[in-house]
């Protein structure tokens, strides 16, 4: 893979008054991926191969015994009714996770939780408020704070188990407090914003957010979602029952508490 391009000058975070100013130098190294001379020499010289949702099988197919390096160019962003698709890295989180914790600097990779724990991420800083309920199709939208209480005491109450939570946040305690208020229930301390990322793909569940944020911790980390109706963007698990919308008052399925608690036990084993 070739290493990203970390050092470029990001003005909006700053006119925005954006708590993270996404300054990815400071965060990431090239870690394992191509980079320096012989990344600009592949992106010279290469011959460029173009390739589909059948990625990564196919790439065998393209790499011959010549001399000329072959640059596998691999597009994320697949339209499909004019929605962005993951049909290309679904299945692939862990590899991706990988190489991600390669490229972040070691002070920014989040240590290992000791207990299984759920983590709830609410976005609200650059999130508009709504005027009434979320509309299905709306997006950078706040959802409702105490929707994220409710499924966090319907998971629990489907575990059985009054499980910690810990809640990732560009909000205030004050912003919070409703969540705040349930047993249990702790606000991370502002850390980067990479290792929140990681350290939400730890949780044995996420209660997410309408964000690409979410989304990206829950895939990286294989954690079951469950998402505000309308707001998941795109499926990120081959097996939907791991990734599901839920609404105030609904019954979270068997199945999705099932995958819950095999992560919460996995948890156990690995921390003791």
Avoid at 118 to 146: E, M, Q, W, Y
Avoid at 193 to 217: C, E, M, P, R, Y
Avoid at 225 to 253: C, H, L, M
Wanted: glycine share 8%; with cysteine; charged share 25%.
């Amino acid at each position: 893979m070739l290493a990203p391009f970390w050092l470029k000058p990001r003005i909006g975070p700053y006119l925005r008054r954006e708590r993270d100013k996404r300054n990815y130098f400071r965060l990431f190294r090239s870690g394992s991926a191509v980079a320096g001379l012989r990344r600009l020499t592949i992106l010279t010289r290469a011959r460029r191969v173009q390739i589909g949702t059948e990625w990564p099988g196919s790439v065998s197919e393209h790499v011959g015994s010549g001399a000329k390096p072959v640059l596998v160019c691999v597009h994320n962003a697949v339209k499909d009714n004019e929605k962005k698709s993951f049909a290309q890295v679904i299945g692939h989180g862990t590899f991706l996770r990988e190489e991600l914790l390669a490229m972040t600097r070691p002070q920014y990779r989040p240590e290992r939780q000791h207990a299984p724990f759920i983590a709830v991420h609410v976005r609200l800083g650059d999130f508009k408020k709504p005027s009434g309920d979320v509309d299905a199709a709306a997006t950078n939208t706040r959802l409702p704070i105490d929707w994220y209480g409710d499924r966090l005491e319907a998971l629990r109450n489907a575990l059985k188990e009054d499980v910690p939570a810990l809640v990732f946040s560009d909000g205030s305690s004050a912003d919070l407090a409703p969540l705040l208020a349930h047993k249990s229930v702790t606000q991370v301390p502002r850390q980067a914003s990479v290792t929140d990322l990681l350290q939400i793909g730890q949780g044995a569940a996420l209660i997410a957010s309408g964000s690409g944020f979410s989304l990206w911790g829950a895939f990286l980390g294989n954690a079951p979602r469950i998402s505000y109706p309308g707001q998941s963007i795109v499926p990120i698990d081959e097996d939907p029952s791991r990734d599901i919308e839920s609404g105030f008052g609904a019954e979270i399925p068997a199945n999705f508490v099932e995958h819950v608690r095999a992560r919460m036990d996995l948890s156990e084993v690995k921390s003791a």
